[in-house]
């Protein structure tokens, strides 16, 4: 049975970091584009970053890109957000997906994704 488990989220300080897993079971996580968005209360999904299935090419949104990085260790089977200098505005859940056949991390569409880590950065 395939699965993505993410994990790493917790309560942080404004400025501090956390580094997210993204952990996949039943299928190899280098094979697939894999994203990370994230949920807000009230607010709209916020695609975060994306790397690219076989080179593994990053691609980070442009309002974080100074401070997160992705990146992928396919012998664990796992994709990491390195998030750094965190803000109030990166509270949110954040979640790791599969890009559907056909997307692309330029054109993100996810077809399945995890149960979501929670993120709070609060003085």
């Known amino acids: 049975q395939s699965q993505l488990v993410e994990s790493g989220g917790g309560v942080v300080q404004p400025g501090g970091s956390l580094r997210l897993s993204c952990a996949a079971s039943?299928?190899?996580?280098?094979?697939?584009?894999i994203g990370w968005f994230r949920q807000a209360p009230g607010k709209e999904r916020e695609e975060v970053s994306c790397?690219?299935?076989?080179?593994?090419?990053?691609y980070v949104q442009d309002f974080v890109k100074d401070r997160f990085t992705i990146s992928r260790d396919a012998a664990k089977n796992t994709v990491f957000l390195q998030m750094n200098s965190l803000k109030p505005e990166d509270t949110a859940v954040y979640y790791c997906g599969t890009l559907a056949v056909g997307a692309d991390c330029l054109n993100p569409e996810y077809d399945y994704w995890g149960q979501g880590t929670q993120v709070t950065v609060s003085s």
């Open positions: 039943g299928f190899a996580i280098d094979l697939y584009h």
């Open positions: 790397i690219g299935r076989i080179n593994g090419a990053p």
